[in-house]
């Protein structure tokens, strides 16, 4: 069974850092490159983090610089280091695969955890 369980999230001051987890269960994992997107509020889900089977990674411009991908193929698991954080990286942030995990042709997402920037 495909599942994507995102934790890690909170609310955080300017400035301060998360580090997100998601752990997937299902075949898929290890032979998919994997990503984090966000959704900000009145936004459209973005990616802003990509990391590849052998673990080259990409980051959007916003995030570069500040925010570090990996994964853990053992564990099923790929990570999201969040330093330096801004008010306006607050969403709900979700991991998939890259492109996006299709199941009977529709996209699955989990649930998410949401990150809030605010003092």
């Known amino acids: 069974q495909v599942q994507l369980v995102e934790s890690g999230g909170g609310l955080v001051q300017p400035g301060g850092s998360l580090r997100l987890s998601c752990a997937a269960s299902?075949?898929?994992?290890?032979?998919?490159?994997m990503g984090w997107y966000r959704q900000r509020p009145g936004k459209q889900r973005e990616r802003v983090a990509g990391?590849?089977?052998?673990?080259?990674?990409n980051y959007a411009d916003s995030v570069k610089g500040r925010f570090t991908i990996s994964r853990d193929n053992f564990k099923n698991t790929v990570y999201l280091q969040m330093n330096s954080l801004k008010p306006e990286d607050t969403a709900v942030y979700y991991c998939n695969t890259v492109p996006i995990l299709t199941i009977n042709l529709r996209n699955y997402w989990g649930q998410g955890t949401q990150v809030t920037v605010s003092s």
């Open positions: 990391i590849t089977i052998g673990g080259s990674t």
């Open positions: 299902g075949s898929f994992f290890s032979s998919n490159a």
